[in-house]
């Protein structure tokens, strides 16, 4: 069974510049979550997708950040314009539409903004 | 809302001594409890999980935690620890209501030492 997928796995880019990820699923999996990891720190959830609806999106900075997830499987995640602060690793994670389902994460995109 | 104190940040620990990763939470509601770990350079991989019935669970490589309402606690234990078990892990909690995103503490750097 293939994983989540997310790319890039890095990117370098530069204060007030824009910057997108993308995250492919496990097939079949309803769930989608955007988390944002500073180093030194655990995981934040940003946005949490059902299907093509955002259930939770309440930690994210939406004057800067975006997030769409069309047609309720893959999904993108935007910075811009990004900040400093933004350096961080970004997770996503997929789980069925069940209670307590495990979410299953991706290799992350690390970001450093100069 | 829900939170997630590790008390450790790093913990070396010699090849096959016992090791115990301490993991407290703070919630007004019932949650889960969730134990992941994160290798050099792969993404975070679920460990274990509480969700109800017995309070001690246990993972497929030797983990095991204990869920005590009481302290509201969920260590994580190895009786002997071996130098694949060199990681980040990170305690995780959320709601027992619906399917929840997951909140994480900062995380406990284990270095296993031969």
């Known amino acids: 069974e293939a994983g989540v997928a997310q790319s890039p796995r890095y990117k370098i880019i530069e204060k007030r510049q824009s910057v997108a990820f993308w995250c492919n699923p496990i097939s079949g999996h309803a769930t989608l979550y955007w988390y944002q990891q500073i180093l030194g720190q655990g995981p934040k959830l940003l946005i949490q997708f059902q299907n093509n609806g955002v259930v939770d999106d309440s930690q994210l900075p939406k004057d800067r950040f975006s997030a769409e997830r069309l047609k309720g499987v893959d999904s993108t995640l935007k910075i811009q314009p990004a900040k400093l602060e933004d350096s961080a690793v970004y997770l996503c994670?997929?789980?069925?539409?069940?209670?307590?389902?495990?979410?299953?994460f991706g290799p992350g995109t690390r970001l450093t903004v100069l | 809302a829900q939170s997630v104190t590790q008390l450790d940040s790093q913990v070396p620990v010699f090849e096959e001594a016992p090791v115990e990763l301490r993991c407290n939470y703070s919630?007004?509601?019932?949650?889960?409890l969730f134990w992941y770990v994160q290798y050099p350079n792969q993404g975070l991989q679920l460990l274990l999980k509480?969700?109800?019935?017995?309070?001690l669970v246990e993972s497929i490589n030797g983990f095991e935690a204990e869920f005590n309402k009481s302290q509201t606690s969920f260590h994580l234990r190895k009786p002997s620890v071996h130098i694949s078990d060199t990681a980040e892990y990170f305690c995780a909690v959320s709601r027992s209501s619906g399917n929840t995103p997951l909140v994480f503490g900062k995380g406990t750097r284990l270095s296993v030492i031969a």
């Open positions: 994670a997929s789980s069925l539409d069940l209670v307590a389902a495990p979410q299953f």
């Open positions: 919630s007004s509601v019932s949650v889960y």
């Open positions: 509480y969700l109800s019935g017995s309070t």
